[in-house]
């Protein structure tokens, strides 16, 4: 497997989703924290954020990209000052409200699996745990 797929699986595996913004490579991650930091810019509940995410409600989109970004900067140690919100305003013009609800909503759900989605991850751990490997390519 090259460095480049190892990078693409590993970024899956940590949920984290990659992009590219003012010539700089950055990343979204949710966790607890990311999505309280969300709610508390935009005074809403976790349903709220949902439907403001299904009906493009641009406060709250773009409450959980910065606050996705806080938690890529936050678990990568970047040094200095995470962007502010303006910064988020003018990464999100620059990459597309197509791309920015995309980078969100795979970041939400690998942060938050469905029940299917958790035991079907739990079932590949455990086959990587007892040394299962895909067969080689014939």
Do not use: Y
Not at 60 to 76: D, N, Q, S
């Amino acid at each position: 497997m090259s460095n480049a797929v190892r990078g693409i699986e590993s970024a899956k595996m940590s949920g984290i989703q990659n992009f590219v913004a003012a010539g700089k490579k950055w990343g979204l991650k949710f966790g607890t924290n990311e999505v309280a930091l969300a709610q508390e810019k935009t005074a809403t509940n976790v349903m709220e954020i949902q439907v403001g995410m299904a009906t493009g409600n641009l406060i709250i989109v773009r409450a959980l990209f910065w606050a996705g970004v806080h938690g890529w900067f936050r678990r990568t140690k970047r040094p200095g000052n995470p962007p502010s919100m303006i910064e988020i305003g003018d990464m999100m013009d620059e990459i597309g409200m197509k791309k920015v609800v995309e980078l969100v909503g795979n970041a939400f759900q690998a942060a938050f699996p469905t029940e299917g989605e958790q035991e079907e991850a739990e079932l590949d751990n455990e086959g990587a745990d007892a040394g299962e490997t895909e067969p080689a390519p014939s």
